[in-house]
Structure formats: C-alpha cells, structure tokens
C-alpha cells in the first residue's frame, strides 16, 4: 500500500471545504515542523496532507501550499506569547476530529434485544457511544437513531456483567438495550 494514495485525511471521506482542509494541514503541518515553515518541506509532505482527488497536478498543489502557508503564518507566525502551544494545537485536532468524525471514535456494542422490521423479521442492532451520543444502528452500520446522554435514564449491569442502558420512555421502541 503506497502510503501516498491514503493520505491521513483521505480515509474520512468527508466532504470538506477547501478553507477547512487547508486549516487542518496547517495546523498538522505546526505540529510536525514547528515554527520553522518551509515551502519545500510542505511541498513534499501535502501527498499525505490532501487526498489525492484534491491535488490532480502541479497547479492545485501550489495552490494548496500557497492557501496553507498563508494559513499557517495566520495562526502560529506573529510574538511568542500569542502563539499557541503546540500541545494546544494537537488538542484542537482531536476535539475538531471527535466532532467531525464522531462515528469513528465511537465504542460499538451488539444489541441482546433485537428490533423487529415491519414485516416482523428481527433486526441485530448495534450501539454507537461516543463523546457526542448513543446511536442505534443496523448490523451494516447506518444510524437508524441519535440519542443525546440525557436520553439515558439509567445504566446498570445485571448479574451477567451485560450493561443495561434505560432511556426516557417513548424516545425509542425498546426503553432498555441490553449491551453485550
């Protein structure tokens, strides 16, 4: 696997804004080089920034070191004192991550109870928690509903071990999931 045909943001598959994608690779590009910005060293290194469908030939990815350099010097050039931390910066990737992508920080469990579909047949559910909710998916991972914590009314285990979620009646079909 060639490391440059699956860039880091590549395996997303979001559909970002330019300005957003460029504001992610600079803040990337602070956290591996530093204060020291160098247009040849961002040259080499935005393959791994910017997926592939994004930078066709050498004119977008000018424009794309261009719209980083100009990011970057914008956001870390400038005093000392106003220059963000570069543990601060990789803070801000996280969260901005773990907001973006919520899904793909989630912890997945499977369902005990299972929902039956309309014809009556049953249907394996799958449970998505994460720093912004719980979600009830399909075994094939599409979201069927999203619920906020405070949905949640109690969380218990029973003699088992199995975590039993109780949410507000009416929310859902089933007001308690069993978790394996």
Request: contains cysteine; aromatic residues 12%; hydrophobic residues 40%.
């Amino acid at each position: 696997m060639d490391f440059e045909e699956h860039s880091i943001f590549s395996c997303f598959q979001c559909f970002f804004q330019e300005q957003e994608l460029a504001l992610l690779a600079a803040r990337q590009y602070y956290i591996e080089y530093g204060e020291d910005a160098n247009e040849d060293a961002l040259h080499v290194v935005i393959p791994t920034y910017i997926p592939e469908d994004r930078r066709q030939d050498d004119d977008s990815i000018k424009v794309w070191k261009k719209s980083i350099m100009r990011l970057y010097h914008k956001l870390f050039s400038g005093r000392e004192q106003h220059r963000p931390s570069m543990d601060r910066v990789k803070a801000d990737v996280v969260a901005y991550a773990k907001t973006k992508w919520a899904m793909t920080f989630s912890r997945y469990y499977d369902v005990t109870k299972s929902e039956r579909d309309a014809q009556g047949n049953e249907v394996a559910m799958k449970v998505a928690v994460n720093s912004t909710g719980v979600y009830l998916m399909t075994d094939d991972r599409r979201v069927t509903q999203e619920l906020a914590f405070t949905d949640i009314v109690a969380v218990r285990t029973d003699r088992w071990g199995k975590v039993i979620l109780n949410f507000v009646s009416g929310k859902i079909l089933e007001p308690e999931l069993i978790l394996d």
